[in-house]
């Protein structure tokens, strides 16, 4: 178990206990996003990833809601 924090706008956000595999993706999938763990980012990044993520699950939900449609028509 470990804690993550990220500055952002000179504001520090922590979250804590975090499970140590899923610590690597937040912290791969926050690098992928330009975000950095050691230095201040910007509101603006935080929500171009986010927006990036939504959009991901935005798509797995079409994605699924097709696998269920295709699934009541058998």
Same mark, same amino acid.
């Given at each position: 178990m470990r804690?993550?924090?990220l500055t952002i706008d000179g504001g520090r956000y922590k979250a804590k206990n975090l499970d140590d595999t899923f610590a690597d993706f937040i912290e791969n999938d926050l690098a992928n996003a330009d975000l950095h763990l050691d230095r201040d980012n910007s509101a603006e990044q935080m929500f171009v990833a986010y927006l990036r993520l939504a959009s991901r699950w935005y798509n797995y @939900?079409? @994605?699924i809601d097709q696998i269920l449609h295709d699934m009541e028509k058998e």
């Open positions: 804690d993550i924090a @939900e079409r @994605e």
